[in-house]
């Protein structure tokens, strides 16, 4: 994950570290923040930096300023825990089981239903993409950014393939949710269950254009990923 944060704007980088310090626990709900003036120097950063920073964190519900109260962290419920961003941040240190259990919980209410509608609807160009995308996974592993990118396009792709905008809507929060699961579960455990085969067999009932069959392939994949990610918060 520390790909590229040599390329981040020092705003960015401010905001993500400070981030995944709150979504961690180590600042928790209720903390007070350094004034912006003490926190830029002790960053060695100018105060428009971290004043941009805080603002950014904010937006997704993090903090709130108040007039000779300063910045506070805010109580988790008021977090926007579908912000793809704050999704990677949890996964930056273990997160809770709950929030875990959570996560798949949503992916269970939303993704073999995508599946479904996928398999009655998908066009040839978005059926050729999916076998593009398990392709990709298959030859490059998903220990690799190759093979990650690919199983989150995977999922993408279905989602966009059932013709519902409000589900395409959730794309980026759902491709987050893939993205950093799996890179948690391979991070922490040396043999989680490959899911190559099952990527496949959900392919081929879309492909085949059997919704019943799409839907029980994903919730399958989807249960198995969970059997995986809890053995990584055990590791």
Not at 83 to 102: H, I, K, S, T, Y
Not at 149 to 159: E, G, K, V, Y
Not at 193 to 219: C, G, M, V, W, Y
């Amino acid at each position: 994950m520390a790909n590229g944060r040599r390329h981040e704007p020092s705003h960015v980088k401010v905001s993500k570290d400070l981030g995944i310090a709150i979504v961690t626990g180590r600042h928790p709900p209720g903390t007070v923040l350094l004034g912006e003036v003490e926190y830029a120097e002790r960053l060695g950063v100018s105060r428009s930096v971290v004043r941009e920073a805080l603002r950014m964190l904010t937006a997704k519900g993090l903090l709130e300023s108040r007039p000779k109260a300063g910045t506070r962290v805010r109580d988790r419920s008021d977090w926007n825990l579908l912000d793809p961003q704050l999704l990677g941040w949890m996964f930056e240190g273990a997160p809770p089981l709950e929030f875990v259990r959570n996560l798949f919980q949503l992916r269970m209410i939303i993704e073999p239903a995508a599946a479904e509608l996928a398999a009655a609807g998908r066009s040839s160009r978005q059926l050729a993409q999916l076998g593009h995308a398990l392709e990709q996974m298959d030859a490059h592993g998903l220990t690799t950014e190759t093979g990650q990118a690919a199983d989150q396009r995977f999922h993408t792709i279905i989602l966009e393939a059932s013709g519902n905008e409000l589900l395409v809507s959730l794309s980026s929060t759902i491709s987050a949710a893939v993205r950093w699961t799996t890179f948690f579960k391979y991070r922490t455990s040396r043999h989680p269950h490959n899911p190559i085969e099952d990527h496949r067999i959900l392919f081929e009932a879309i492909a085949k254009s059997d919704p019943k069959l799409a839907r029980q392939a994903t919730e399958k994949l989807i249960e198995q990923a969970l059997i995986d990610t809890e053995a990584a918060l055990d590791a």
